[in-house]
């Protein structure tokens, strides 16, 4: 017979819940629920109770839950999500980055033979065993800042095959990781320079041959495009993203990077979310505000690329649901830190508190359509992180030099 298995940590300083708080628009720190004193009983994976300390302690004592004392200051917050990452992919864009800092344009660094075709090409030429290694080593990193949901994207295979051996390398990883790895489909990242054929066949090739493959083998339930001049247009997407709604998949896209035009199809399709955004006008935070698409914010891109971030306030005050990501990827994005980030976006963008961390949990699992994480209540994995001190506001007020002390991924302590 399987034993249950109860772990009741305490007495934290303070539990912000983050549960309660609007879907969507602004947040004032006031409205975030945070419980003095607190304790959480766990029950395996998930979160079994939670509430004051010593009204949890009897009844923590009486079934015998392993006692994780806490003898100094802890504020305990859900575990963070990073719901946009490119961390599966091999090789370094060093170059890119100094090319571009000594001013070269991004067209001119393709033409050099930088640019994500140069990951493609170092991708393909990496096994899949070294892959998932490279993606756990990521993964880890993550893990121990905090971080036990990842989103992993694909794009650097663009073909049937290589496509398949990055979902496949992605799913391998999240056998070997404590983190969640979330992994979504991007075989329309750029159109590949090896396909014999136009733009549309390559997306119709993608979506006839390699979407079932997704489904029967449990690959990706994510289909993301990057629509972009150098990428995909509007146009271009169209049936491929009717294709993959009809089966079912959910949409997300990289949208208004350099030039708009993406929101506007992701709120058409009503996708998850519309990720990226530095270009976006009013017309387009209008747009996402009165849908249900979730805006993206990627401020690690904005600092790779030095360029604009994010209109997150705007967002925000048009009443749209913003969440935070790293984007981590070898080109735009190589830092991989996602509560500096956030942060940093926090102080640029004017951001409350509560903001910056409903963007990185409870937001950030909306994006994913996950619903049993972000927040610490009853029912919800038991996904924990502690840091040492006694006022969560430290979190970001250290621009992510705060560390947490512990990290728990579905209840359990990691190392
Ligand atoms: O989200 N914008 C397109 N794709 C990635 C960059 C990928 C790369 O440069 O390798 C992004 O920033
Ligand atoms: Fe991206």
Not at 67 to 91: K, Q, S
Request: proline share 4%; charged share 20%; aromatic share 8%.
């Amino acid at each position: 017979m399987q034993t249950i298995k109860y772990t009741f940590i305490g007495p934290l300083r303070q539990a912000v819940t983050m549960t309660n708080l609007p879907e969507k628009g602004a947040i004032k720190d006031e409205q975030l629920h945070i419980i003095k004193e607190a304790g959480i009983m766990i029950m395996d994976d998930k979160i079994y109770d939670i509430g004051p300390y010593w009204d949890l302690y009897p009844e923590a004592q009486s079934i015998g839950a392993e006692m994780i004392n806490l003898r100094d200051d802890y504020v305990a917050l859900p575990g963070l999500i990073d719901c946009h990452t490119h961390i599966c992919f091999g090789g370094s864009r060093a170059q890119d980055y100094a090319m571009r800092n000594a001013g070269k344009s991004y067209l001119e660094i393709a033409k050099a033979g930088g640019g994500i075709w140069d990951t493609v090409s170092l991708t393909r030429k990496t096994s899949i065993d070294k892959l998932a290694q490279l993606t756990v080593k990521k993964a880890d990193r993550h893990l121990r800042d905090g971080i036990t949901t990842i989103e992993v994207k694909s794009g650097y295979g663009l073909s049937i095959e290589e496509e398949l051996k990055m979902l496949k390398a992605i799913k391998l990883a999240n056998e070997n990781t404590s983190s969640d790895l979330i992994p979504t489909c991007l075989a329309a990242h750029i159109p590949p320079k090896d396909f014999q054929g136009t733009q549309r066949n390559y997306l119709k090739a993608i979506a006839d041959e390699l979407f079932p493959i997704l489904q029967g083998e449990g690959l990706a339930n994510r289909i993301d495009a990057f629509i972009e001049d150098t990428a995909f247009t509007p146009e271009d997407i169209q049936s491929y993203f009717h294709k993959a709604k009809e089966m079912g998949f959910d949409i997300t896209v990289h949208a208004d990077q350099f030039h708009t035009g993406g929101s506007q199809v992701a709120v058409n399709f009503g996708a998850i979310s519309a990720d990226h955004l530095e270009a976006s006008t009013d017309k387009e935070i209008a747009l996402l505000a009165q849908s249900k698409t979730i805006a993206v914010a990627l401020p690690g891109a904005s600092m790779g690329l030095g360029v604009a971030y994010t209109p997150a306030r705007k967002l925000l005050d048009a009443g749209a649901s913003l969440a935070i990501a790293s984007d981590w990827n070898p080109g735009s994005a190589p830092m991989g830190d996602l509560l500096m980030q956030a942060a940093v976006l926090g102080t640029y963008e004017k951001l409350s508190n509560a903001e910056v961390l409903a963007g990185i949990t409870t937001r950030a699992a909306a994006a994913l359509n996950l619903h049993d994480r972000g927040q610490l209540n009853p029912g919800m994995l038991a996904d924990i992180i502690l840091f040492p001190t006694v006022d969560y506001r430290d979190i970001t007020y250290m621009q992510g030099r705060l560390k947490p002390f512990k990290v728990f991924k579905n209840g359990v302590e990691i190392n």
